[in-house]
């Protein structure tokens, strides 16, 4: 799926990933320019006022006709005629996505579970159809929500997310379907509930395993009817609204232990998603600690937290008990109590080495640090080096460093945003 230029050629288009490297050039001229004249500052609004176009010429119909089509980049055939799948190279199911202008809030990696599942996402989002999405606690299953509905045809509606396990029963009816003014003590007034907010639009009904039975017959009746009716009122209201719903637990187990209705586990699961934990998508984890540590720098206005080799080469192995969550979290708190550079004393106490001594550790779950995990780990230690010493040859001149090596700059100030480095630490008044 293509963005079009309307600047361009006519029949001209761009992809959503090109258009995002337009983006990041243009970030990187603003964050990493010590000073802009005002000819370096028109360039720069006419660059943002061209982006804006291109994305505004970006319409629904565009965006998911490929989607409906059916049109997938990966080729497999039936298992039954004993020929093999034919997997595409690494990355290119990834990039095919984002080519499609697939809207994701994040990054992610390669995996095929996760690329599985982002490509179901992907079709089911322009339909109404239920999903279900079901992982371990921060797998990211909110986000999956997100990403449905943001890839949908009802991105521009009302999104509505409601925590199941939070709810008391004696509220749980007024909260998801609203009230009637005096239909019990301290109704003051008449009020929505959530399926009445979200019409039109999306309603995320988290930890939906969490739902009481009493609770389950009245949400199936809405799935069957599309009609609710306020506490305290006999009068029903239509409502139209996308349901995704999430779980960290097994709901077969549940119908079989008679706490979960099998009626509504299949209305929910016309479409099913299962999200893989962490510790199955490696090659993610130094996307997540580039993207976090960014993202924490940000929200504590200060510059992204350096991390020492070993400490990366810790986060890496780490198995990530709490998945993306506790990635994130780490990060945060990385880049709260540490100052230019963390080390294994900023992780929390729980989780920190014994011994701080750079030697790869063995994984959380037993297992020795895999050659290819050694391989990327020492790799990473010898590109961070390799940065450090180009710098302290150029004094931190980041241009300069990037004819010497014959590279692109943008792309040499992405490699220094991945280790942490700044330009200004290694310049000759320092």
Known sequence: MKLYNPGGERGSAMSYAALLEKIE?????????????RPDVEKLLRQANTLRDEVMGLSHKERFV???????????????????????????RRRALLARS?????????????????????????????????GESGTGKELMAKVIHANGSRADKPYVSVNCGAI???????ELFGHKKGAFTGADKDRKGKFESAHKGTIFLDEIGELPLPGQVKLLRVLQSHEIQRVGSDETISVDARIVAATNKNLRKLIEQGTFREDLFYRLSVIHVTLPPLRERKDEIPLLIAYYGDEAAEALKRAPVALTPRLRGFLLRYAYPGNIRELRNILYRLSCLAGQTADLMHLPEDIRPSSTSAAPAPQADGAELSLAEAKRVASDEAERGCLERGLQEVGG?????????????????????KHGLHSKDFRKEH
């Open 25 to 37: 050039i243009m970030r990187s001229t603003l964050r990493w320019a010590t000073r802009l004249e």
């Open 66 to 92: 490929q989607a409906v089509s059916g049109d997938v980049p990966v080729e497999r055939r039936h298992e039954a005629a004993a020929e093999p799948v034919v997997e595409p190279p690494t990355g290119e």
């Open 102 to 134: 697939f809207v994701f809030e994040g990054t992610f990696g390669d995996n095929p579970k996760l690329l599985d599942a982002l490509e179901i996402a992907e079709k089911a989002a322009p339909t109404d159809l239920p999903v279900l999405v079901d």
């Open 168 to 174: 008391p029963d004696s509220l749980l009816e007024s």
């Open 397 to 417: 001149t980041v241009a300069e460093l990037a004819r010497r090596w014959d590279m692109n700059r943008s792309h040499l100030q992405i490699l220094l945003k």
